[in-house]
């Protein structure tokens, strides 16, 4: 029979490593309280038609990396690809356009799934952090929402890293740009990758963003969008750029900066670090004006980002950052002889319920055993309980960096060990 194994492209993420994950997605939430984000969870599935019509047919994430299933007649479902959709989605359906706080600032954690080819940095079942501000279109929160994202590298002590800003205007904006696009860029069709020939009739903008290097030489004339925009557009974008400046956020316009889904107008932006290479995108995120009337809503304004905790992690070992992380208990259980035993389990059940982390033998060791056990988990303190210990109804506390010991009694134990973390 073959062996059965973990799908492509996915982790398991083990003890060991699970607490960085921990200590990773306290910061986030830590930080969206600051900054005034609640928290929304949404399905992990939803219907195939929220990401066609939100995400955009044209997309390589519709088009090619989709997990859909048809699901017993009830209709086409699929393993969301990324968040924005259903955030938007749920607030369309749950009217939170109508409650009085706004705008409607949220933020989610959870898993996204796209079937793209694995590599380092790429998975098909990822983590995203994202936030949403859904309902405003002032520049401040674009500023805002960029702050947060490298606010969270900051704190977790990340140097180095650059925002890569554009304005990609809006459908109008667009739809002027386009003519002169498309003259300098169907006069190298034939020279450009397969995947720009196509995009060059579907998403023209898109082929400025091919990593390509001959399709980057190929359209290095092609016109700016950045000299299309309206006035209006224009001001939104200066407006972000002083709102940055004004919080000591650098960036760098990049005016071929297009992001590969089809929701985003005027703001795009994506937070970068040199040394990850490969895959060096740690965030992307940006405004998305028209799609709540896309999913079905008013016309309302939103914008957001989102970047994985893979890569977050990628770029942290990249920079030999470690997290600081705590590790082992406050004692350990020693049982001199089995007689013990009843007694140590009370014992270790109250020292739980006061707070201290303790753990005793479960395997019938002898007390040197113990002892490298209580070594083995870290723990400050062997808790020894022998017959004399039991008598006068004590435990001895042995320091296991220094080795020295003291009596306790059984009612003070918890409190000294709390005393001494
Ligand atoms: P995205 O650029 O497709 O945007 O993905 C955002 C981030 O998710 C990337 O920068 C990267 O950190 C992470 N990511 C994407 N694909 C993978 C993968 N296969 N493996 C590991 N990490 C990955 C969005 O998803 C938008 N919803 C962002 C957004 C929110 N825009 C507005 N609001």
Redesign the pocket.
């Known amino acids: 029979m073959a062996k059965i194994q973990i799908p492509r492209g996915t982790q398991d993420i083990m003890p060991g490593t699970v607490e960085l994950w921990q200590h990773i997605e306290k910061k986030m939430r830590d930080l969206c309280t600051r900054y005034n984000y609640q928290e929304i969870r949404t399905p992990i599935f939803e219907q195939t038609e929220l990401f066609r019509r939100g995400v955009g047919e044209t997309t390589d994430?519709v088009e090619k990396e989709m997990y859909s299933v048809e699901s017993r007649g009830e209709g086409d479902f699929t393993l969301r690809p990324?968040?924005?959709a259903g955030v938007v989605r749920s607030y369309v359906e749950k009217k939170l356009y109508g409650v009085p706080n706004q705008p409607t600032k949220l933020y989610y954690l959870g898993p996204m799934f796209?079937h793209?080819r694995p590599q380092a940095?790429?998975?098909?079942q990822?983590v995203?952090f994202?936030v949403?501000a859904i309902g405003s279109a002032d520049p401040a929160i674009d500023a805002e929402v960029i702050a947060v994202a490298m606010r969270i590298y900051q704190e977790l002590g990340l140097t180095g890293l650059s925002v890569e800003l554009n304005s990609v205007g809006t459908l109008e904006d667009r739809a002027r740009h386009r003519g002169a696009l498309l003259e300098v860029l169907n006069s190298v069709r034939d020279e450009l990758c397969e995947d720009c020939q196509s995009r060059i009739d579907r998403n023209p903008l898109r082929v400025l963003d091919c990593k390509n290097k001959k399709c980057q030489t190929l359209t290095k004339d092609a016109p700016s969008i950045l000299d299309y925009l309206s006035d209006e557009s224009k001001k939104h974008f200066e407006e972000v750029q002083a709102y940055l400046t004004a919080i000591n956020i650098p960036f760098h316009i990049n005016p071929r900066l297009v992001?590969?889904?089809d929701y985003y107008t005027l703001t795009a932006f994506?937070i970068k670090m040199a040394e990850i290479g490969a895959v060096e995108?740690?965030?992307?995120?940006?405004r998305?004006n028209g799609l709540v009337e896309q999913i079905g809503g008013e016309d309302m304004p939103g914008?957001?980002?989102?970047?994985?905790i893979?890569?977050l992690l990628m770029a942290l070992e990249s920079q030999n950052i470690q997290l600081p992380i705590e590790t082992g208990l406050d004692a350990y259980i020693v049982l001199q002889s089995e007689t013990a035993k009843t007694k140590a389990f009370q014992l270790l059940d109250s020292l739980r319920a006061k707070g201290v982390k303790a753990e005793m033998d479960y395997l019938g060791r002898k007390m040197k055993a113990q002892l490298k056990a209580a070594d083995r988990v870290e723990a400050k303190y062997a808790a020894i309980i022998g017959e004399s210990e039991l008598q006068k109804g004590v435990v001895m506390l042995k320091e296991l960096a220094t080795g020295e010991q003291q009596e306790v009694s059984f009612a003070e134990v918890s409190d000294w060990l709390l005393a001494k973390r």
């Not at 940095?121 to 098909?124: A, D, K, M, Q, V």
């Not at 995108?281 to 940006?286: A, D, H, I, S, V």
């Not at 914008?303 to 994985?308: D, K, P």
Request: hydrophobic share 25%; charged share 30%.
């Open positions: 994430v990324e968040g924005t796209r793209e940095g790429r998975f098909r990822f995203q994202g949403e992001r590969g889904l994506e995108t740690l965030c992307g995120g940006g998305y914008i957001g980002f989102a970047m994985s893979e890569r």
